[in-house]
């Protein structure tokens, strides 16, 4: 990222709502990847228990450099997550965590 810091927008967007809208942080052939892991699994829990092949696209979200900016800006840097990440959807029943 080229910038220091989250935008006063961005700081406000997530105190208001407790999340952010990251647009363009993906490019396509990534997000297509992450659908296709997801239809071939037919689920969103354990992603990231999957084999090698299919949990990829997952594991590389937690690595991503413009995801890992923003969880900096939030968390501070050298986080440690608490939880693992959950994937959000429409379906409240998809709401689940990665792995339990």
């Known amino acids: 990222m080229d910038r220091i810091e989250m935008s006063n927008e961005e700081n406000y967007a997530l105190d208001v709502a407790g999340y952010l809208i990251i647009k363009g942080a993906l490019k396509a052939d990534e997000i297509a990847r992450l659908n296709e892991a997801i239809d071939v699994?037919?689920?969103?829990?354990?992603?990231?228990t999957l084999p090698d092949s299919r949990r990829e696209p997952f594991r590389d979200l937690l690595v991503h450099p413009v995801l890992v900016w923003y969880l900096n800006q939030i968390c501070g840097t050298g986080f440690r997550l608490e939880s693992l990440p959950r994937v959000f959807s429409d379906d409240p029943s998809s709401n689940t965590p990665f792995s339990e």
């Open 41 to 48: 699994e037919s689920s969103y829990t354990d992603l990231l």
